[in-house]
């Protein structure tokens, strides 16, 4: 698995063919994305990059400790404004998304659909971070930097599937936050590099569920899978996607080879169904297949 691209630009590479291909988005030269701060401060102007109308990102002032202001750090660095009018130029959102970085770790990044808007918590961006150093002590800053902005990018596009389900008022067969983490991994595979960024956010999220080594009842009630269902549906998504990316997974030993063996079609399956449910919100064909 190679590193390329960082996971943002790589990202937003992909969305900008899939605009180019569907004669979507907005004219660079008369849209503008502002990414003002809560507390009047300017967090991410001039990062350079896309901009479109509709999309409104704001950077809380981080107060209250190092958590908060490692992950206000981390946020902005992985070109937040960049990355998410990228998305909604690529699928042209019918009305205006906010998303803020905000203090605090609550109950983790969230979609709001009654205003339209993602919250991503400076001390989640920060749990993340930590999670990783953890696990790969001896990794170079730019590697850690890698792992944690692919983390931060699937959560991201996982958050905003929530507002493309919600403002096309597309249908859902299964749990809403299942279809986010598929679509989620389906655009990160398609990126410069993606199945290192897919790989590195599986892993977090396989760390993260040994953080409890028995899940409780609220756990098994909660509207997301498990955190290792979801590394697991990460990396068979991934095995799906290509035969050399099959061999990558098949190497980590992660996935049983009876369900390794059923990947590649189920990869198909999620990527037809997905074409179905958003070409109508895009000019042309989508093609969201990594082949």
């Not at 990059?49 to 190092?66: M, R």
């Not at 001896?138 to 959560?155: H, L, R």
């Not at 249908?171 to 986010?180: I, M, N």
Request: net charge negative.
């Amino acid at each position: 698995m190679s590193r390329r691209l960082a996971p943002a630009l790589a990202l937003a590479a992909v969305l900008a063919l899939l605009v180019a291909g569907c004669g979507g988005g907005s004219d660079s030269s008369t849209a503008s994305t502002t990414a003002t701060g809560a507390s009047g401060v300017a967090g991410a102007t001039g990062e350079g990059g896309p901009t479109g109308a509709g999309v409104d990102v704001s950077f809380e002032q981080p107060t209250g400790g190092q958590d908060n202001q490692l992950g206000a750090t981390l946020l902005k660095a992985n070109r937040v404004p960049f990355l998410m009018t990228s998305f909604s130029n690529a699928f042209q959102l019918p009305k205006p998304l906010l998303v803020r970085g905000v203090n605090g770790f609550g109950g983790g990044p969230f979609f709001n659909p009654k205003d339209n808007s993602i919250t991503y918590q400076y001390g989640f961006v920060t749990l993340v971070y930590n999670t990783i150093t953890q696990l790969h002590p001896d990794w170079t800053p730019k590697q850690v930097g890698s792992a944690v902005g692919a983390v931060d990018s699937f959560i991201l596009a996982h958050e905003f599937t929530h507002a493309l389900i919600h403002d096309f008022k597309l249908p859902v067969l299964g749990r809403e936050e299942d279809a986010a983490d598929d679509l989620a991994t389906l655009i990160l595979i398609k990126a410069d590099g993606g199945d290192q960024y897919v790989a590195d956010a599986a892993q977090f999220w396989a760390a993260l569920s040994q953080r409890q080594a028995v899940p409780q009842v609220t756990d098994y009630a909660d509207v997301h899978s498990l955190d290792l269902q979801r590394s697991f549906e990460m990396l068979c998504e991934l095995a799906g996607s290509s035969k050399t990316a099959f061999a990558e997974v098949q190497s980590l030993n992660a996935l049983p080879a009876a369900r390794l063996a059923t990947c590649p079609a189920e990869y198909k399956q999620k990527v037809k169904s997905f074409e179905q449910v958003l070409e109508p919100h895009v000019e042309g064909p989508l093609n969201l297949s990594a082949g």
